[in-house]
């Protein structure tokens, strides 16, 4: 590849505005016009699509849902309102609330066949592989949707809503070996997943208020974030006009990757890996030296470059969460706050912006509920699903939408002829 500066190019960009936020250039007639492409990897400066969902300001640490402030939906509202403002684009009012749950609920249960699927994974495989199958594996079962029509959009999306967290909770059943606990649809969204996940049979469970509302809190700020990684694999799939099951277990897989919804479960074992006080400054100097691998989990973000709201949230529901079950300060915590104060204070992490991301604190909230490392990620799964299903919603709607098809810089071998074997 060779790079030289290009003096002479002259294109005049359609500038687009939205409601907030930077304005962008209109590129899309830029190589048929000129024969060039942009180069951006990683979409640094490139904007995918128009959206009405989420709105976020990374210098001043804004995060809104269709207009509403995460803070403000954190604290008044539960999961299942803000699923319903992100699919519908308003709060509901309690008779809209109410039918919502009522069918949410009705959807949760899994067809029978579906728990044959389980037997054919191993006993240890990670939740996040049997949630990606699975959630693919419904477009067997609901045959009825998938030619996408308008009028199946929201049954899908609800269905995938109540049913993801049954069947991560399965998942999770089943890599312990316990039966899978049917969901009960009299409970509210959190309680029934902590429900599924610690009843047994012969071993009646009630939830703790203050603990399914901290998962609450945690499915609430996990349910959206714009165009990253998982929402843009799901648009990317969606754009082909692939069904709506398809589209979420791609969003689940681009999830599980550590430098997105797998860094919860990085953190801790990044934690165990430092393992106290003393050893944080020599594993920082790993980090600093770029050590291969070694990054501080929980630390930086693509968008956020001042703080993350999300993360200062839920620094305090931790607190909430070791009050109510009268836990004793964790050495986690002690070592977390320990490496975030050094870190904050560090002139590496100053100069590159990086500070502690929602996954800093999220999982110290998840191992104090009593909710293994390995369902870290799927909690964020279930929680993103109410995302994901609000975007392709909104893509599919967009009669203006096209396949997603990027192009690129070719940078491998020109043209040549094939030698016969023995020539070559
Ligand atoms: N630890 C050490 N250095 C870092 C880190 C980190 N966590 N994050 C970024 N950097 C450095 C990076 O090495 C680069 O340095 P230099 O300029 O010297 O080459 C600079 O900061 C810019 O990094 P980048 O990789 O270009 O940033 P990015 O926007 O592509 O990556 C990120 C964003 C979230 C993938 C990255 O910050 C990261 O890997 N963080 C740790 C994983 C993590 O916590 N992910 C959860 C994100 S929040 C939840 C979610 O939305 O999924």
Same mark, same amino acid.
């Given at each position: ?32 016009? +000129? ?11 490139? !904007?995918?699509? &128009?959206? #009405? ?36 684009? &308003? ?10 749950? &009522? ?5 949760? %249960? ?14 240890? *495989? =990670? ?6 199958? +699975? ?16 009028? =199946? ?15 991560? *909770?399965?998942?999770? #059943? ?20 902590? /429900?599924?996940?610690?009843?047994? $049979?012969?071993? $009646?469970? #009630?939830?703790? $208020? ?10 609430? %700020?996990? !349910?959206? @974030?714009?165009?990253? *990684? ?54 920082? &100097?790993?980090?600093?030296? #770029? ?9 930086? @973000? ?13 620094? *305090? +529901?931790? =607190? ?6 009268? %836990? ?32 800093? /604190? ?28 609000? =975007? ?17 810089? /070719? ?14």
């Amino acid at each position: 590849m060779t790079k030289e500066k290009c003096e002479s190019f002259s294109f005049a960009f359609p500038v687009m505005h939205g409601t907030m936020g930077p304005s962008v250039l209109d590129q899309r007639r830029l190589a048929q016009e +000129t024969g060039m492409f942009t180069f951006d990897p990683g979409f640094g400066s490139t !904007a995918a699509c &128009e959206s #009405k969902i989420t709105f976020i300001d990374g210098e001043k640490g804004i995060l809104l849902h269709r207009g509403y402030p995460i803070e403000q939906l954190a604290l008044h509202t539960d999961y299942t309102e803000t699923a319903y403002l992100l699919l519908y684009g &308003e709060l509901p009012t309690k008779e809209q609330y109410d039918v919502f749950c &009522e069918d949410m609920a009705s959807q949760r %249960l899994l067809n029978e066949q579906i728990r044959n699927f389980f037997n054919g994974f191993r006993r240890d *495989a =990670h939740p996040m592989a049997i949630l990606c199958g +699975t959630v693919a594996a419904l477009s067997a079962f609901y045959s009825d949707v998938l030619q996408t029509k308008p009028c =199946h959009h929201d049954l899908s999306a609800r269905r995938l809503i109540a049913k993801v967290p049954t069947i991560a *909770a399965c998942a999770y #059943k089943y890599t312990i070996g316990e039966p899978f606990i049917y969901p009960d649809e009299t409970l509210p969204f959190s309680e029934n997943l902590l /429900y599924m996940l610690f009843s047994r $049979p012969g071993r $009646p469970y #009630k939830a703790d $208020p203050v603990l399914a509302r901290a998962l609450d809190r945690i499915l609430i %700020l996990h !349910a959206d @974030h714009e165009q990253n *990684a998982s929402t843009s694999a799901v648009r990317l799939v969606g754009s082909t006009g692939s069904n709506p099951f398809a589209c979420i277990s791609a969003g689940i897989a681009a999830l599980w990757g550590p430098s997105h919804g797998g860094a919860n479960e990085a953190v801790l074992a990044m934690f165990d890996q430092i393992g106290s006080r003393e050893n944080i400054p020599a594993f920082l &100097e790993r980090v600093k030296n #770029k050590e291969s691998g070694v990054r501080l989990m929980g630390f930086g @973000h693509r968008v956020y470059r001042n703080f993350d709201p999300r993360a200062k949230l839920l620094q *305090a +529901t931790y =607190h909430e969460v070791i009050d109510t079950l009268g %836990l004793k300060r964790d050495p986690c915590l002690d070592l977390a706050m320990e490496l975030e104060r050094i870190a904050i204070e560090d002139d590496y992490f100053i100069q590159r912006k990086l500070y502690p991301n929602v996954d800093f /604190y999220s999982g110290l909230i998840l191992k104090a509920l009593g909710i293994p490392t390995s369902m870290f990620t799927a909690i964020f799964a279930i929680a993103r699903t109410a995302g994901w299903v609000s =975007h392709w919603i909104e893509m599919i709607s967009n009669p203006t939408m096209r396949i997603a098809r990027p192009r690129q810089l /070719y940078t491998g071998k020109i043209q040549r002829d094939v030698l016969p074997m023995e020539e070559r």
